[in-house]
Each structure stands twice: as structure tokens, then as C-alpha cells.
């Protein structure tokens, strides 16, 4: 019998849960729920340009075999979803008249939030995962493999490897012990205080009334609601929403401790809302949407009631997601996000990575800027 096993599966059906979701570290955007409930709602399927590919390190005992590693590796026909932009990169292969698509990319789909991705108790597991990965790119006809928003230690294991680093900036909020939201405030500048004021006063003068709803009290009703607002959100940005009221009615049965909806209502009535993950130490801001707008609203549901409630529950971060200068100036601070890259074709991989060297270049002078303009009376300067 031999020790280890490694097996490509198409979906997490015939994967303990339990064992999945200690590999994942108390991460929710990694949960079995969470991943497998996109293929079951038709979000990442071949059709959808994700087809899963889950890597899977069995070890066999005389009990059985056990999950001991994992990696969320997908085949993809195009680069939606990933935030980690790469269409100068296909558009070269083009002009070359070469095919960058189909490529490989281990992620959370639709998700910017750093994580485990390889996903394992110890090193000697990460290395046999890693060593699958790049088997499973040599013999596959993709151009590339692309680790997006991996843990720091992991960008270091994929760059004695060979890959490629890149980098970007993200904005977070960081609790450093607040009692609550006005000790928050009293550490910022007078000028980013008093917008944060205002902005608050207005939602509240205009009669917004709040609820935070956790897993467990979140009705079909509140899914319907937010399924539209996070659909009309799309239509606005004259895009297509990558998941589904199906998605959302999954999760809220399969990973209801790991959810919070945050509604916003006037005379009664949802008028807004946010979708948040908890993990075991951060709260993730995921999605929103609203159907009437009010000035501040948008700052209010995504920000100011998630750092409150992230400050009453002992939460040391809130992850906003990709991108957003306008973060900053609410008391998110920048912060550095990882991926890594193995382009097969030594002749892009040469052009890619001087490309590299210049943007990160670029990218730590933009926050070190960032940090200049701190909105805090001490800059904090955490995570860059």
C-alpha cells in the first residue's frame, strides 16, 4: 500500500467535509461549502469558463485514508473573476499568434481574499502538492499556472520554484484594540474624522434603520432581497454577476455560522444590503448592492456598521476586497497581496517577468505614497 495518493476530482462530493475545512485553516471563502456550493449552483462549471480540477493528497492508514492536502486549482477559458489582471498577457500570446487560454489558476473564485492555497498541515505535504502542480502543468496543453492571493509563506515556497511574484495592494481595517467605533475615530485626523461624521449623520438623518442578520436568522425572504440588490449592483457596472440565487440559498443552509447579512431599511422596508464572511479572526466584505440610493449609504453597509460590529465581536481585521482608494480615507490601510506565476513558453517568461520587476517596483512606491496620506494622526503602516 503506498503512503500517499494524489487524485484530480471534479468536485468535493467525495470529500469529508470535516477533513476539507481543517485544511482550510477557519478560512470561510475556503469552506467545502463555500466551493462546492458554486459547482452545484452552476457557477464554476466548464460552461462558465471554471471548471474545477481540486487537487487532493490522500494519505493511506490502516483506518482509511485521509485528506492531509488540497489545492483549488481550476482550468480556465478566460481571465473574469480572478482580480489578478492578466489580458496584456493573454493579448501578447495573441499578437504572437499563440494561445494563452486554456490556463491553470489555483483560487477562491470571484474572491480577492488571501488564504491558503496550498492547503496542508506541513511543508513535506505543500512540497508533494507542489510537486503535483507543476506535473499537472507539464503534461496539461495550458500555457501557464497562476497562484493568486496565496499566504505570504506559500509565495515563498512557489518562488523557490520557479514562479514569477506579483504584487498588489488591498485596504484593510485593523483593530488595534478598539473599545469602540468613537475610540476608533478619536485616532484619526481631524479632517478624515469629520467626513466619517458626516457621512454617518446623513445615512442616519435620512431614517436608515439597521439590522444584522447572522447564518441561522437570514429568511428566504432576506436571500430574495439580496440576490436583486447584489444583481442590480451588476447591471449598474454593465456587467454579468458570476453567482446566483441558488449559490446564496446553499450557503445559507450548508455554512450559516460563517455568514453576515447586513440589511439597511427606511419606513420598514429593505432598501440595501451587504454580504459578509467570518472567519475566525476577520470579516470579509464580499458583496452589496442597494435599490435607492442615499449618499453614504454605500460607506455605511459596507464599512462603518462592518467595523462596529467587527470591534463589539474582538474581529482584528475587515477585509474590503480588491482595489478602493476611498477605503483609506474610512481607516482601511494598505496592504500588500500576493500571487505567483509559472509561464511554460521561457520566452514570455523572460518578457513577463522584466514586466514584473518594473510594476512592483511601481506598486511599492504607490504605497509608500499611500501610507503618507494615513488617515490616522499616526500613520500605522500595518501589513505593507
Given amino acids: 500500500m503506498r503512503e500517499y495518493d494524489i487524485e484530480i476530482a471534479a468536485d468535493l462530493k467525495g470529500v469529508d467535509p470535516i477533513q476539507w475545512d481543517q485544511l482550510s485553516v477557519g478560512h470561510p471563502c475556503l469552506q467545502h461549502a463555500w466551493l462546492q456550493s458554486m459547482i452545484d449552483a452552476g457557477c464554476t462549471t466548464a460552461e462558465t469558463g471554471w471548471l474545477p480540477q481540486f487537487v487532493l493528497l490522500w494519505r493511506n492508514a490502516e483506518a482509511g485514508r485521509i485528506l492531509t492536502g488540497a489545492v483549488p486549482l481550476y482550468m480556465k477559458g478566460h481571465s473574469y473573476g480572478e482580480y489578478v489582471f492578466d489580458w496584456a498577457w493573454a493579448d ?14 489555483v483560487a477562491v473564485p470571484f474572491t480577492p481574499c488571501t488564504g491558503a492555497r496550498l492547503m496542508a498541515a506541513t511543508d513535506a505535504d505543500r512540497q508533494l502538492l507542489l510537486r503535483a502542480l507543476n506535473t499537472i502543468t507539464a503534461e496539461s496543453e495550458v500555457s501557464s499556472l497562476h497562484v493568486l492571493y496565496p499566504t505570504l509563506a506559500e509565495q515563498g515556497l512557489l518562488l523557490k520554484q520557479g514562479f514569477l511574484a506579483r504584487q498588489s495592494v488591498q485596504f484593510h481595517w485593523q483593530n488595534q484594540g478598539y473599545t469602540s467605533f468613537e475610540q476608533f475615530l478619536g485616532e484619526m485626523s481631524h479632517d478624515k474624522r469629520k467626513r466619517i461624521k458626516q457621512e454617518r449623520r446623513r445615512v442616519r438623518d435620512a431614517g436608515i434603520q439597521w439590522r444584522a442578520l447572522l447564518g441561522g436568522d437570514i429568511l428566504q425572504s432576506d436571500w430574495d432581497f439580496f440576490e436583486r440588490c447584489y444583481q442590480q ?52 466584505g464580499r458583496y452589496w448592492g442597494t435599490r435607492q440610493f442615499i449618499s453614504g449609504l454605500h460607506f455605511e453597509a459596507c464599512y ?36 505567483a506565476h509559472l509561464i511554460k513558453d521561457q520566452r514570455f517568461a523572460h518578457a513577463i517577468a522584466d514586466f514584473l520587476a518594473r510594476e512592483t517596483a511601481g506598486t511599492a512606491r504607490y504605497a509608500s505614497e499611500l501610507n503618507e496620506h494615513s488617515p490616522f494622526k499616526e500613520s500605522l503602516n500595518v501589513g505593507v
Fill in 233 to 284: 449592483t451588476y447591471r449598474e457596472h454593465h456587467s454579468t454577476p458570476y453567482l446566483n440565487r441558488r449559490f446564496f440559498g446553499l450557503v445559507g443552509e450548508r455554512m450559516p455560522d460563517s455568514l453576515l447579512l447586513i440589511v439597511a431599511e427606511l419606513d420598514g422596508q429593505p432598501i440595501a444590503a451587504s454580504l459578509n464572511l467570518l472567519g475566525t479572526d476577520a470579516l470579509y
Fill in 92 to 105: 501578447a500570446y495573441a499578437r504572437a499568434g499563440l494561445d494563452y487560454y486554456p490556463k491553470l489558476v
Fill in 304 to 339: 462603518y456598521q462592518t467595523i462596529e460590529y467587527s470591534i463589539a465581536n474582538k474581529l482584528s481585521r475587515v477585509e474590503g476586497g480588491a482595489q478602493g482608494e476611498h477605503k483609506l480615507a474610512r481607516g482601511f490601510t494598505p496592504v500588500t497581496c500576493h500571487s
